[in-house]
């Protein structure tokens, strides 16, 4: 059995709690959010690069992909 603790949107730990011994382990720690990210819609670095199209990728892109969609 394990506990897990933690706020998702900061960082999340683990504990096994069938070892006595056992220490509190960090299993996921946000990365630092962009400086202007709320002008961003508080959307992550990552989630902005999903976003970003490359000549190369929007060629090999289907016409239905809604990244494409001009609204």
């Known amino acids: 059995m394990y506990r897990m603790q933690g706020v998702f949107t900061e960082a ?3 504990t ?3 070892d006595p ?3 509190e382990e960090e299993v996921f720690r946000m990365n630092p959010k962009s400086p202007n990210y709320e002008s961003m819609y508080y ?3 990552f989630t902005l690069q999903i976003n970003y199209l490359t000549p190369e990728l929007k060629e090999k892109l289907p016409p ?3 990244r494409l969609r001009p609204d």
Do not use: K
Request: glycine share 0%; aromatic share 6%.
């Open 43 to 45: 959307f992550s670095d």
């Open 21 to 23: 011994n056992a220490q």
């Open 12 to 14: 999340m730990s683990i």
């Open 64 to 66: 239905t992909d809604t």
């Open 16 to 18: 096994d709690l069938s």
